[in-house]
């Protein structure tokens, strides 16, 4: 069974939303393109929390915590893809305290502007991270620091494969790499 | 330039939801048979830095409870997520946020009074945490005052993890690096209830005592992530009192 996220991503690349988003000539009030438009949003929405783990899990960004995958030898596939699914729709809601600045000086702003948005992007990962670890350990997994072969392999593979080669981490007999505190 | 002003207060009335919910100042006489009414004692958070000179002995309550509207039938807030089939009149928010209107105020805690439509409400966070995992609802009658006791809020720090101190290095690198610096990974709070007891302040004489009524809690709400910020149980997942609900110990 594949989580509902996973779902509205097939539908994703199926219906061409973004396609018909950016052609133009649709009919707003047709239904189906009402109901489309809310697969996009929410396919984006759990599209970006994706990316974001990916950051999170490849980059290595200065945070405390190492970059890790979730482990629990006893999960089955379809309990892991609801409970992996239903953590990052949550993780999907973090939203990062916005940084304005004002100035009538045109480069100030500009680089204010910068580094706010650095800022605000490191702290949305951070809060990412750290709802997905949360929810995570609440459903029973723990961390485990990932091995830079498995980061290079996992960054080669489309979402949904990579969400297949996670499944095969979090259930091999033996963790690969150190286990981390919950 | 008037009329910019003028589409400007227009957007900002509209914007206004009526004010549906309300932290009261003071009591109601009489309290009004439509409205339910939620009363909550906060204990304030000694300052730590009590012992410096002018400073305040306690920290000001800058956060505090959020509550929501709960739709026990879909298993979440009214009007969003699962529960978006069973939405709220027009311009009413799902939401009660935290407001800084105490109506008893001691040297350790601070008593708060909220004025509700009569619903099912449940903890739905305390800052910037968001207890989606897992938390308490409750019902609000109408004409009734729904005692939840004292509250007290506490971060929720995994097991081995706390925080580090702040030395003079660490400030001034942190300062040195500014956007680029390893900051500490964010940490959610927990909240914990516990019954009115004779050392908290006592109900008010003002209310009908028959129409006080403790609160029972129902465990096991769960709903989206709506407060935009970290998300955990209620008594927190990380939380000492023993391990989380769905633990479980990997096999190495």
């Known amino acids: 069974m594949r989580t509902e996220w996973m779902r509205k991503l097939r539908e994703l690349d199926q219906w061409k939303v973004r396609d018909l988003f950016f052609t133009g000539g649709v009919n707003e009030a047709d239904p189906k393109w009402r109901e489309a438009s809310k697969v996009y949003a929410s396919a984006t929405k759990a599209r970006l929390v994706i990316v974001t783990l990916t950051m999170l899990l490849f980059e290595g960004v200065a945070l405390a915590s190492p970059p890790a995958y979730f482990y629990k030898p006893s999960v089955e596939r379809s309990t892991f893809d609801q409970e992996f699914g239903n953590c990052v729709e949550l993780a999907g809601g973090a939203k990062a305290t916005p940084h304005s600045l004002y100035t009538p000086n045109l480069y100030a702003a500009a680089i204010g502007g910068f580094f706010g948005g650095i800022m605000a992007s490191r702290q949305r990962r951070a809060m990412v991270e750290s709802v997905m670890r949360i929810c995570m350990a609440d459903r029973g997994y723990r961390r485990v620091i990932a091995p830079k072969g498995v980061l290079r392999e996992l960054a080669s593979k489309s979402d949904i494969d990579r969400a297949g080669r996670l499944f095969e981490l979090a259930t091999l007999p033996t963790p690969l790499g150190e286990v981390l505190p919950r | ?252």
């Open chain 2, 1 to 252: 330039m008037k009329i910019l002003m003028g589409a400007a207060t227009l957007a900002l009335a509209v914007s206004i939801s009526p004010a549906d919910a309300a932290a009261l100042k003071a009591i109601p006489t009489p309290l009004n048979p439509a409205k339910a009414y939620i009363l909550v004692e906060y204990k304030r958070v000694p300052n730590p830095y009590s012992g410096s000179p002018l400073a305040p002995k306690y920290l000001p309550q800058m956060a505090g409870l959020a509550l929501a509207r709960y739709d026990v039938e879909h298993g979440d807030i009214r009007g969003l997520g699962k529960a978006a089939v069973n939405p709220l009149p027009a311009k009413a928010s799902p939401t009660e946020p935290f407001q800084n209107r105490p109506i008893v105020k001691t040297e350790t805690s601070v008593l708060f009074l909220h004025e509700v439509e009569p619903d099912t409400y449940v903890v739905q966070g305390w800052a910037n945490t968001s207890f989606s995992l897992g938390s308490y609802r409750f019902e609000a009658k109408p004409g009734t005052v729904v005692d939840l006791g004292i509250v007290s809020a506490a971060t929720d720090w995994a097991v081995g993890e706390q925080p580090k101190p702040m030395t003079a290095g660490r400030l001034v690198g942190l300062a040195l690096a500014g956007p680029f610096a390893k900051m500490p990974a964010p940490v959610p709070y927990r909240v914990s209830f516990h019954p009115r007891g004779e050392s908290d302040i006592p109900v008010p004489a003002g209310f009908p005592r028959d129409r006080v009524v403790p609160v029972t809690f129902e465990n096991g709400a769960t709903f989206g992530n709506y407060l935009g910020g970290l998300v955990n149980r209620v008594e927190g997942v990380n939380a000492p009192h023993g391990e989380g609900p769905g633990e479980t110990s990997p096999s190495k």
